[in-house]
């Protein structure tokens, strides 16, 4: 069993999930749809192409200021 990073953002009325150790993409109408549709696609990959080395994602977050246009 592996543990996996899913990263995940709205866009309209689907939310879009991604693994950013394997690179695969899914989607669903809601967050639950989304990350279990990922799940699926990303075991699929992986039968396809296993992976040779465990690589973890490092997640952080960042500011930028705001800039005003005119």
């Known amino acids: 069993m592996s ?5 995940l953002h709205k ?3 689907t939310y879009v999930a991604e693994c950013p ?11 639950e749809e989304a990350v279990s549709n990922l799940k699926e696609a990303t075991e699929l990959y ?3 192409f296993p992976l040779t080395k ?3 994602a ?3 977050t960042f500011e930028v200021s705001s800039v005003a246009t005119s």
């Open 54 to 56: 465990k690589k973890r």
């Open 11 to 13: 866009e309209d009325d």
């Open 3 to 7: 543990t996996f990073t899913a990263v």
């Open 21 to 31: 150790e394997v690179g695969t993409v899914s989607q669903g109408k809601t967050i």
């Open 58 to 60: 490092i997640l952080t």
């Open 46 to 48: 992986l039968e396809e």
